[in-house]
């Protein structure tokens, strides 16, 4: 299959998926490291090692080898929120693969979302990619006190990703997620938003005095939900490395959160935190994140 014949299937199967009437399922939208956590989230065009799943899966075609990576996230200091999230991407012959898995735990709620990807890179210019997922919700209804829910629900969806290297500073990237998703059995189903986002990143390498390079990424996300809304957001990072080892500072910020973090890389160990302010949900506290990763494979 040629080149031109898988881009304008990829472009179809998001078209398609816009025009599906009902969809269900609460993936989170967030997972892998702390590094896109204290970017806010954005770092599609130029994510290229295990974090691509949860971001951008077409980024998996650019991982240099394989890695691990396991966080912890303190969610919203106010209400005790714990989410865990594993992945690891393995380069194969005919395309690189990733695998991972998040769990979201309450006192009254949990899920676990298992995330199957693979990516391949068409030429010098262009990567594409896909996620599918998969949803298990266990919920306790005599603490819900609600006849809407199911006590266990199943359900899946799909993330489309692709990569485009304008130059060799300059990347635009493009994912559409919960494209295609299944209906996890409420009796009044619940909306969940589809999400595309378009994004651009650029890296400044001037190799100044301070920082020996800068990340500098942009998005814009559209959310089909039943308003129908934009949110841009912008993130930097900025990077000082001393012989092996790389000292990074992070920060993003969109119209609902801003991020802070940073983090620390050396003998092949990424060390990294991220904090999380909610604009509109001041009363519920904050988030953090630490996670470590390792890419000696």
């Avoid at 031109?4 to 399922?25: H, S, T």
């Avoid at 994004?199 to 039943?226: A, C, H, P, T, W």
Wanted: glycine share 10%; charged share 20%; proline share 1%.
């Amino acid at each position: 299959m040629t080149f031109k014949r898988l881009f304008i299937f990829f472009i179809l199967v998001i078209i398609y998926g816009l025009f599906i009437e009902d969809i269900y399922a609460s993936f989170i939208q967030t997972g892998g490291s702390a590094r896109p956590g204290a970017l806010n989230g954005a770092g599609l065009a130029m994510v290229n090692d295990s974090d691509a799943i949860f971001i951008n899966p077409a980024g998996l075609s650019r991982a240099r080898g394989m890695d691990i990576a396991v966080a912890r996230s303190f969610l919203f200091d106010e209400l005790g929120i714990v989410k865990n999230s594993f992945s690891t991407v393995i380069p194969l012959a005919f395309l690189n693969f990733g695998f991972g898995w998040l769990n979201f735990d309450a006192d009254i709620y949990s899920e676990n979302s298992f995330f199957i990807s693979g990516a391949k890179k068409i030429n010098r210019i262009w990567d594409i990619g896909f996620t599918y997922k998969l949803l298990w919700q266990k919920i306790d209804l005599e603490e819900m006190a609600t006849e809407n829910l199911k006590s266990s629900m199943i359900g899946h969806g799909l993330d489309l990703g692709m990569i485009c290297r304008i130059n060799k500073d300059l990347l635009l990237g493009l994912c559409g997620k919960n494209i295609l998703t299944s209906d996890l059995g409420r009796k009044d189903a619940e909306y969940v938003e589809r999400i595309i986002t378009f994004g651009l990143g650029y890296q400044y390498n001037k190799r100044k005095i301070v920082f020996n390079y800068i990340n500098f990424l942009g998005e814009l996300s559209y959310y089909e939900d039943q308003q129908n809304y934009f949110n841009p957001k912008v993130a930097m990072e900025a990077a000082c490395v001393w012989k092996r080892i790389s000292l990074l500072l992070r920060t993003g910020i969109d119209l609902y959160n801003i991020t802070l973090g940073g983090g620390i890389n050396f003998l092949k160990i990424d060390i990294d935190y991220a904090y999380q302010y909610k604009f509109n949900m001041e009363d519920i506290g904050h988030s953090h994140t630490i996670s470590l990763k390792y890419r000696g494979f």
